[in-house]
């Protein structure tokens, strides 16, 4: 008992206070489930929860004002200025108060135990990503649909193989690394975390994974929404691939792009068979066009 109270003492001196930053654009839906999952955190230290709205429309800020008296120092900050999650973020972080920057997102849900998770890998690291859980919030044959690559460590990049990267949805950072590299990029459309994780690795700090805390994501479940992700992700994947080309990035040619399209077509008729399958391709196709997208609208081969 005595070891345990100077541990928890040791860990309040090292952070004495933690902000939860989410943003929020139109999430009525879902972001009940992530403050009814945030009512049952806790942490020796203070900490305080904050939703950037990013310019909604529904009923997201009413359903915040419900958990007012239920989360502590729950508030919303307008972000509504400029769309974008790396702007929320940003407008989050600003207004914080915490050592450390706790970002999760409106459509997922912390597990138990979360918080004091993130506080311990923390205070050992100055940069942390959690460990993703894609079955609670999904049917099965989603989870079999999406890959989980957040399961047992940080995501590794490998088109072209580069630095290792998280989910903004799960990340943990010292206050004053967020403030060193200016926060999140806002001129990324998608793939802001990937930026995000590359520039504080570029300038020296270690991306460590906190396999205790846990984050239950939800994916996307209809095919529209699918195929538009996948698009997305494609043409800002190619976005990134030429903002870090003089950063060490090894170079694509259009051989590796050629064989993922050949590939992709002669497995076609096996992958429109069920519906997890075609989901899977309809994801992979989106991504495979967005980098086409990409590189006519960046200039640049990388197919």
């Known amino acids: 008992m005595v070891a345990l109270f100077r541990y928890?003492?040791?860990?309040?001196?090292?952070?004495r206070k933690l902000s939860?930053?989410?943003?929020?654009?139109?999430?009525?839906?879902?972001?009940?489930?992530?403050?009814?999952a945030l009512t049952g955190q806790s942490w020796p230290?203070?900490?305080e929860v904050i939703i950037a709205?990013?310019?909604?429309?529904?009923?997201?800020?009413?359903?915040?004002?419900?958990?007012?008296?239920?989360?502590?120092?729950?508030?919303?900050?307008?972000?509504?200025?400029?769309?974008?999650?790396?702007?929320?973020?940003n407008v989050g972080s600003a207004a914080a108060t915490g050592?450390?920057?706790?970002?999760?997102?409106a459509d997922d849900q912390v597990a138990p135990g979360w918080l004091a998770a993130m506080a311990k890998a923390l205070a050992e690291h100055e940069f942390v990503a959690c460990r993703y859980d894609n079955e609670a919030l999904n049917?099965?044959?989603?989870?079999?649909?999406?890959?989980?690559?957040?399961?047992?460590?940080?995501?590794?990049?490998?088109?072209?193989?580069?630095?290792?990267?998280?989910?903004?949805?799960?990340?943990?950072?010292?206050?004053?690394?967020?403030?060193k590299i200016g926060g999140f990029d806002e001129s990324m459309p998608a793939l802001e975390d990937t930026d995000y994780c590359w520039r504080l690795q570029l300038a020296g700090h270690e991306l460590?994974?906190?396999?205790?805390?846990?984050?239950?994501?939800?994916?996307?479940?209809?095919?529209?929404?699918?195929?538009?992700?996948?698009?997305?992700?494609g043409k800002h994947n190619v976005l990134i691939y030429k903002k870090y080309q003089d950063r060490g990035m090894p170079r694509l040619?259009?051989?590796?792009?050629?064989?993922?399209?050949?590939?992709?077509?002669?497995?076609?008729?096996?992958?429109?068979?069920?519906?997890?399958?075609?989901?899977?391709?309809?994801?992979q196709l989106g991504w495979r066009i967005g980098r086409l997208e990409g590189c006519w609208k960046y200039k640049v081969v990388a197919p």
Request: charged fraction near 25%; hydrophobic fraction near 40%.
């Open 139 to 179: 049917p099965a044959w989603v989870q079999r649909t999406h890959l989980n690559p957040q399961k047992d460590g940080v995501t590794r990049y490998d088109y072209p193989a580069f630095l290792p990267h998280a989910g903004g949805g799960g990340l943990g950072v010292r206050r004053r690394l967020h403030e």
């Open 99 to 105: 050592d450390a920057l706790l970002f999760v997102d």
């Open 20 to 36: 939860v930053v989410i943003p929020c654009l139109n999430a009525e839906a879902t972001l009940g489930d992530q403050l009814e």
């Open 208 to 233: 460590a994974f906190a396999p205790d805390a846990v984050v239950r994501i939800r994916h996307r479940h209809d095919p529209r929404s699918i195929f538009r992700q996948g698009v997305s992700y």
């Open 253 to 283: 040619g259009w051989l590796p792009g050629a064989l993922r399209w050949t590939k992709l077509l002669v497995k076609t008729p096996l992958m429109i068979l069920t519906q997890e399958s075609r989901a899977r391709w309809l994801w």
């Open 8 to 15: 928890h003492h040791a860990l309040v001196d090292t952070l």
């Open 45 to 47: 230290g203070e900490w």
């Open 53 to 89: 709205d990013n310019g909604s429309n529904d009923g997201s800020r009413a359903l915040v004002e419900r958990y007012r008296d239920r989360i502590p120092g729950l508030r919303v900050v307008d972000a509504s200025d400029r769309r974008g999650q790396a702007h929320a973020r």
